[in-house]
C-alpha cells in the first residue's frame, strides 16, 4: 500500500540516451510534483501538475518532458541525456485543500549517466 | 526573496541531547512551514509542520519554534536518539495557483550512541 511509487529505483545509462521514470500515487491527491535532489542533497523542484495540467515549470531544460495521464500518475522523460542529469529524482504529490498540504515523497529515482 | 536558510550544515550530537536545526526566510507571503526528515536510500517524509500564527508546536520529541517577527523558525530534537540521525530540511510554502515549497539546503544529524 505504498503511497507514491516511483520505477525504476535505479537506472544507469549512457550520455544521449532517452529514459523515462514512472510515478504513481494513490492518496488520491490532485497535485504531483517531480523534485530533483543533487548530490549535495538540495532538493529542487521541476514541475508541478494539478489534475493533469501543468502549473510550475522551473527552468528545466526542454530535454525534460512531464506527462500525465491522469492524476494518479506523473511520468518523467528525459532525452538525450548528460552527466549532469545524474541525480536523485523524486516523485511527490500534495492535497491542495481542506488545510492539508504536506508533500508526499516517493522513495526516488537514483540516475547514473556515464 | 524565495529561499529558505538552513544551518548548520552538519551536526554531531551526544545520545540524549538536544539537536537543534535553524532556518531563516524573507518571502512573508510563506504561510507553511513543514520540516522533513530524509534516511538514506529513502525519499523526505514530513515530521512537523508549523502555520505562522503560532510561535511553537510540539509533537513527542520534536518541536518547531516559530519567530514571525525575525522570520525565523527552528527544529528542535528533544533527547535525540541514534534512530534520529538523517538529514533535516526545512521548508517554506506559499500559494500561487497552486502550492509552492521552497526548502532548505539540509541538515545532516548525527546522534552519537
Known amino acids: 500500500d505504498t503511497a507514491v511509487s516511483q520505477t525504476p529505483k535505479y537506472l544507469v545509462t549512457q550520455m544521449g540516451n532517452d529514459k523515462s521514470i514512472k510515478c504513481e500515487q494513490n492518496?488520491?491527491?490532485?497535485?504531483m510534483y517531480w523534485y530533483k535532489q543533487d548530490s549535495k542533497k538540495f532538493l529542487k523542484i521541476m514541475f508541478s501538475?494539478?489534475?493533469?495540467?501543468?502549473?510550475i515549470n522551473e527552468t528545466v531544460p526542454n530535454r525534460f518532458s512531464p506527462k500525465s495521464p491522469d492524476k494518479a500518475h506523473l511520468n518523467l522523460h528525459i532525452n538525450s541525456l548528460e552527466l549532469g542529469d545524474s541525480a536523485v529524482y523524486f516523485c511527490?504529490?500534495?492535497?491542495?485543500?481542506?488545510?492539508?498540504?504536506?508533500?508526499?515523497f516517493g522513495n526516488g529515482t537514483r540516475l547514473t549517466v556515464t | 526573496q524565495q529561499q529558505v536558510k538552513q544551518s548548520p550544515q552538519s551536526l554531531i550530537v551526544q545520545k540524549g541531547g538536544i539537536s537543534i536545526i535553524n532556518c531563516a526566510y524573507e518571502?512573508?507571503?510563506?504561510?507553511?512551514f513543514p520540516w522533513y526528515q530524509q534516511f538514506p536510500g529513502k525519499g523526505p517524509a514530513l515530521l512537523i509542520a508549523?502555520?505562522?500564527?503560532?510561535s511553537e508546536k510540539k509533537e513527542g520529541r520534536f518541536t518547531i519554534s516559530f519567530n514571525k517577527s525575525a522570520k525565523q523558525f527552528s527544529l528542535h530534537i528533544m533527547d535525540s536518539q541514534p534512530g534520529d540521525s538523517a538529514t533535516y530540511f526545512c521548508?517554506?510554502?506559499?500559494?500561487?495557483?497552486?502550492?509552492?515549497?521552497?526548502f532548505g539546503t539540509g541538515t545532516r544529524l548525527k546522534v552519537l550512541a
Open positions: 518571502n512573508t507571503a510563506f504561510d507553511y
Open positions: 511527490a504529490s500534495s492535497q491542495d485543500w481542506g488545510g492539508a498540504r504536506a508533500l508526499h
Open positions: 521548508a517554506a510554502s506559499f500559494q500561487s495557483g497552486t502550492y509552492k515549497y521552497i
Open positions: 501538475y494539478n489534475n493533469k495540467e501543468l502549473i
Open positions: 492518496l488520491g491527491h490532485d497535485t
Open positions: 508549523i502555520r505562522p500564527d503560532v
